[in-house]
């Protein structure tokens, strides 16, 4: 599953990228497993500019605070099978 496959309504997206995250860590941050430390990093902050809920509006906040603990957890798993 891909970022472009996810569904578009609130509840949906963030129960597949749950799904997601227990299928491929990598995925959820629009990464492979055969890219640097490097390049998982900046995949990762560029995830959470784009998701963090101090950037969003009231509107799309409590969807945004689901999805980056999502992505925080893709990257802390990452980090920890790495050794980052």
């Known amino acids: 599953m891909k970022w ?3 569904p578009n309504t609130y509840q949906d997206r ?3 990228l749950r799904v997601l995250l227990t299928e491929d860590p990598f995925a959820v941050l629009g990464t492979s497993s055969t890219a640097s430390n490097d390049e ?3 995949a990762y902050r ?3 500019r ?3 809920p101090d950037r969003q509006d009231e509107f799309v906040r409590l969807h ?3 999805v980056i603990k999502i992505v925080n957890a893709a990257y802390e798993h ?3 099978v790495r050794g980052m």
Request: proline share 0%; with cysteine; glycine share 0%.
């Open 50 to 52: 784009a998701y963090h």
């Open 64 to 66: 945004a605070q689901e």
């Open 14 to 16: 963030v129960a597949a």
């Open 46 to 48: 560029k995830k959470v």
């Open 4 to 6: 472009k496959n996810i």
């Open 40 to 42: 998982v990093r900046l």
């Open 78 to 80: 990452i980090c920890r």
